[in-house]
């Protein structure tokens, strides 16, 4: 019996087919030789078959998927604003812009008053205090980062203080109890799950305390008998044993979002008000670059700057430009809440949602338009349902619509519930309504 493997063209063959009719002409040979060993590969898998519709459409497939990169930008229909999976928060215009500007050389540790070696840090401290009230602050890559440097710096070797119902997970398998180990100092519980006071602090002192840290509960929440002590009051009763009190305040809010009903989470200068030492995220609430904060009084902050561990977690020349650019759009709180997405979609009115709703129904047509709801995500006001708009379709399969979406260029990741495939307009600018219309267009095309 003939082996049918031997059916299948040799490497060189694919090869020489492929120069002479131009397929892959654009891309170097070695990454065309690899597409046609993953197409022999494919079709030995499946018995020794050619692919349907010949060797050389099979190869520019491959060439296709392997040339196109595989960080691309999306349309998130979701209504999930911080979306983890899809890169946290849109960037503002500025900082994009910012961005660009900063690609090629540019002035990142460069004093162009005296023409010396400046500081990177030096184009966003005196934002972050003038923003936050703080003494001093500096930045570094993510804020995992800036709380294993700010314990390393002040608790290593030492004990640090922290309410078990603190000891939280923050996602990813990344744990608390994991960065105090890994930041050097020891972990002394304090309090129970669901209650602590000050006094439970207090009483966890010892000649080898070095700080307090108290985390928000970001991602989740503890509701019924609770009890907690309060950030001033920590703050209060360490300030005259010499010993600073860390807040990680997760999300980063600078801005009070209660009247938009979004309550729960602690703004950043009332933290810094307390006389706290807080670390907070770049790229959720705040709205700007993944990056890592700390603000808080001087002292801390300068021993933070000459930890050696300091320059192995520095921002690139990317997040500093965007992160400067964000921050100076804070100065004027209307222009923050018009300008950063992310601000700007979680207060969206909503009698604006329903009629960009209605408007994209009639664009992609045959869809209706239903009350749902929107949700934060990065953690942020886990509690908080943000009413809006959905629109709704009804496929013959979710899943396979779905998919369809996701294949478009630019994909378009939506969400499915009650055999409906859903779109939230509270996450589609309205640049992107006619993206949209024609991805919908095609998906139904794909899924007849």
């Given at each position: 019996m003939t082996d049918r493997r031997t059916r299948l063209p040799a490497v060189h063959a694919l090869a020489t087919e492929a120069a002479r009719s131009g397929v892959g002409v654009e891309a170097p040979r070695a990454v065309v030789v690899a597409a046609i060993r993953e197409v022999l590969a494919a079709a030995r898998a499946a018995g020794g078959e050619p692919p349907p519709d010949g060797w050389m459409a099979a190869v520019s497939r491959r060439l296709a998927l392997r040339e196109r990169p595989s960080l691309t930008r999306v349309i998130n229909a979701t209504g999930v604003v911080l979306h983890t999976n899809l890169g946290r928060a849109p960037l503002a215009a500025a900082a994009t812009t910012a961005l660009a500007e900063a690609a090629g050389y540019s002035t990142l540790e460069y004093d162009l008053e005296d023409g010396t070696r400046g500081s990177r840090q030096d184009h966003v401290r005196d934002l972050l205090c003038e923003i936050t009230g703080a003494e001093h602050g500096l930045v570094v890559i993510n804020a995992a980062a800036a709380l294993l440097l700010t314990l390393n710096t002040l608790a290593d070797g030492g004990e640090t203080i922290v309410s078990r119902g603190e000891l939280v997970e923050i996602g990813d398998a990344f744990r608390i109890p994991d960065i105090l180990a890994k930041s050097g100092t020891v972990l002394v519980e304090v309090g129970t799950t669901n209650s602590v006071r000050r006094r439970d602090y207090e009483a966890a002192l010892s000649p080898r305390t070095r700080s307090v840290l108290k985390v928000h509960r970001s991602n989740f929440q503890v509701t019924g008998f609770t009890g907690e002590a309060a950030l001033a009051d920590l703050v209060d009763a360490m300030r005259p044993r010499g010993i600073p009190v860390v807040h990680d305040a997760g999300s980063g809010l600078l801005l009070n979002l209660e009247p938009w009903g979004l309550r729960g989470e602690p703004l950043v200068p009332a933290s810094v008000a307390a006389g706290a030492v807080v670390v907070f995220s770049g790229d959720k609430l705040l709205g700007g670059p993944q990056a890592g904060i700390v603000v808080g009084p001087r002292d801390p902050i300068e021993r933070a700057a000459r930890n050696p561990l300091f320059r192995a977690l520095r921002p690139d020349k990317?997040?500093?430009?965007?992160?400067?650019?964000?921050?100076?759009?804070?100065?004027?709180?209307?222009?923050?809440?018009?300008?950063?997405?992310?601000?700007?979609?979680?207060?969206?009115?909503?009698?604006?949602?329903?009629?960009?709703?209605?408007?994209?129904?009639?664009?992609?047509?045959?869809?209706?338009?239903?009350?749902?709801?929107?949700?934060?995500?990065?953690?942020?006001?886990?509690?908080?349902?943000?009413?809006?708009?959905?629109?709704?379709?009804?496929?013959?399969s979710c899943d396979g619509f779905l998919a369809a979406l996701r294949q478009h260029q630019p994909p378009v990741i939506a969400r499915a519930a009650e055999g409906r495939v859903l779109l939230d307009v509270r996450t589609i600018a309205d640049a992107e309504f006619a993206i949209v219309a024609e991805a919908i267009r095609k998906a139904r095309e794909a899924t007849a």
């Open positions: 990317g997040t500093i430009a965007a992160l400067e650019a964000t921050l100076r759009l804070y100065r004027d709180p209307d222009a923050a809440l018009r300008d950063i997405p992310a601000l700007a979609m979680l207060t969206a009115d909503a009698s604006a949602l329903r009629r960009r709703a209605r408007r994209l129904a009639r664009l992609i047509g045959q869809a209706t338009t239903i009350p749902g709801s929107s949700s934060v995500g990065g953690g942020a006001f886990p509690e908080a349902d943000l009413p809006t708009t959905l629109v709704a379709l009804e496929p013959t």
